[in-house]
Nanobody
Framework: VQLVESGGGLVQAGDSLRLSCLAS????????IGWFRQAPGKEREFVAG????????TLADFVKGRFTISRDNTKNTVYLEMNSLKPEDTAVYYC???????????????????WGQGTQVTVSS
């Protein structure tokens, strides 16, 4: 599975962005997709994840009420809708994939097998 993120950019606090994760390769529709982020000097952290059929989603507490995750398997794409952005959301955002027929949304980086190269999100105050 190859993953390509897009949609990042420079925005002001309170603005919105939608990130996309386009997947290619086999078995996309049985992969759990997760979004992670990494700010300078910090560890990579889980943001959101979605099961292969979209029925199970998990959001980190610090984005609940602001971010949503969705997927369109006809387009091999997972979306991360980010609203009410804050300066502390500034980071490189990565999408990652793991094979899971059970649709288990894992929340730690080692549990994911494939990674994109990331897209920068910068939120100014």
């Amino acid at each position: 599975v190859q993953l390509v993120e897009s949609g990042g950019g420079l925005v002001q606090a309170g603005d919105s962005l939608r990130l996309s994760c386009l997947a290619s390769g086999r078995n996309f529709n049985v992969n759990v997709i997760g979004w992670f982020r990494q700010a300078p000097g910090k560890e990579r952290e889980f943001v959101a994840g979605i099961s292969w059929n979209g029925r199970r989603t998990t959001l980190a507490d610090f984005v609940k009420g602001r971010f949503t995750i969705s997927r369109d398997n006809t387009k091999n794409t997972v979306y991360l809708e980010m609203n009410s952005l804050k300066p502390e959301d500034t980071a490189v955002y990565y999408c990652a994939a793991r094979f899971s027929l059970q649709g288990i949304v894992a929340s730690t980086p080692p549990e994911y097998n494939f990674w994109g190269q990331g897209t920068q999100v910068t939120v100014s105050s």
